[in-house]
């Protein structure tokens, strides 16, 4: 699934070519740096895979977020609608620009069910955040139309789907603007790294600025720009973009591998009738880093669960009710509101709020779904074996629910 998988020489010949220069920073350095511009070269390769008019690529996809929210005019009181399966990320990042989080549900594609978002809209509402999990899309056409229906922002967070598509068009490219996070584990990764891409040249603008102290990038040296705005520290250095961009250059690979493992695996789950699939609005959009499947109760799927850990097979499984990262029932921190600095009344209002906030709907997906981690450099063999080793475990707790007691 990352593409760490697949490190080689590419990646250390782009390297290698910053350090020979020694100049490691994106900005700057002109004469120095001789040419190389490794930063500026991903974006323009991202820019040119996607479709997108602009890449800025960030220090991390969290930075992408909050670059996205502020470049977006998202702020103090406004209301953000997210799903309540993502990555502790996406409200981290709300929070931090002071915006208020809405948690609504999600529906079998495990990301926003439209119907829900619909009724989270109060007059405070500004941006929808559909959050492309596991590789796999939000069915963005509702979406769309929701926003376009009551005037409101659309932000694709793609952290965890670069390079995956939606009826002919890449993920991230759709809405106002779209973020990546390209950290360790995703399939193309800086180590460390994020991009915010957008069609709009001046959201573009204020990303440019905002992600480097608001400096407007057009004096003849850093100390002559002008600050338009105020803004942050989140750049990239030109170290991690080298990596990067060896890395895209293999996303067809990547995705390639990928899709034939997350095929042959599925093949084999289908042969139970228990076990069904998350819905995927644009199956060949899918970038396939994971097979999300589910099973009846959740009663048997702890008990799959379980087997799977007995057995030494669970790692790469995720059953993502339990885990403190990902689903809402464990964010406990964020229901108490428990930040290291003060957060505005209507922030800490619906926060605790969320503590005695219930999501049934999504409770009953999420607690019967596990997603299994698909890896790039499995052979035809071992990916058979892993299906099988799943499968048998199904069975042993299927055929023990049938038993009467
Ligand atoms: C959905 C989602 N959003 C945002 C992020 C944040 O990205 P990063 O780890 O690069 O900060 C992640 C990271 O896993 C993510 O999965």
Redesign the pocket.
Same mark, same amino acid.
């Given at each position: 699934m990352p593409g760490f998988e697949l490190f080689g020489p590419e990646e250390r010949k782009e390297v290698n070519d910053v350090l020979e220069t020694g100049i490691l920073m994106r900005y700057g350095f002109d004469g120095p740096r001789k040419g190389i511009w490794k930063a500026k070269e991903l974006e323009n390769e991202i820019c040119r895979i996607l479709g997108s008019n602009h890449a800025q690529l960030v220090s =991390? #996809? @969290? +930075?992408a977020?909050t670059a996205a929210y502020a470049a977006l005019g998202i702020g103090a009181g406004d209301e953000v609608i997210m799903p309540v399966f @993502?990555?502790v +990320?996406?409200f981290e990042c709300i929070l931090s620009v002071g915006a208020i989080p809405v948690l609504v549900d999600v529906d079998e594609t495990l990301t926003l069910d439209p119907e829900a978002v619909r009724r989270a809209i109060t007059p405070r509402t500004k941006c929808v955040m559909p959050?492309h999990?596991c590789g796999a899309m939000a069915d963005l056409d509702p979406l769309l139309q929701i926003c376009k229906e009551h005037n409101l922002i659309l932000l694709e967070?793609a952290?965890?789907s670069f390079g995956g598509r939606y009826k002919g068009k890449y993920l991230g490219t759709i809405g106002h603007a779209g973020?990546f =996070?390209?950290?360790f584990v995703k399939i193309v990764t800086c180590a460390?790294? #994020?991009a915010v891409v957008t069609n709009s040249e001046d959201v573009y603008t204020k990303l440019d600025g905002f992600s480097d102290h608001g400096h407007d990038h057009k004096g003849i040296d850093r100390g002559a720009d002008l600050h338009p705005f105020i803004g942050y520290n989140f750049r990239i250095s030109e170290l991690h973009a080298a990596v990067g961009l060896a890395q895209v250059r293999k996303l067809e690979q990547f995705l390639t591998l990928q899709r034939n493992n997350q095929q042959q695996l599925k093949a084999i789950l289908s042969t139970l009738p228990e076990v069904s699939f998350r819905r995927i609005p644009d199956p060949d959009g899918d970038i396939c880093t994971f097979l999300t499947w589910f099973l009846p109760t959740e009663e048997i799927t702890r008990a799959v669960v379980a087997e799977l850990k007995a057995q030494n097979i669970l790692a790469g499984n995720f059953f993502w009710y339990d885990n403190n990262w990902h689903y809402i029932r464990k964010w406990d921190h964020l229901k108490q509101a428990a930040s290291l600095y003060n957060l505005t009344d209507p922030q800490q209002k619906a926060l605790h709020a969320l503590g005695s906030i219930v999501f049934p709907a999504s409770d009953q997906i999420m607690s019967r779904c596990i997603s299994t981690a698909i890896g790039l450099l499995w052979t035809e063999e071992q990916t058979r074996e892993k299906g099988e080793k799943i499968v048998a475990a199904i069975k042993k707790v299927l055929n023990k629910a049938k038993v009467p007691a």
């Open positions: =991390s #996809g @969290t +930075a977020l @993502t990555f +990320a996406s959050v999990m967070d952290c965890q973020t =996070s390209f950290d460390e790294g #994020g």
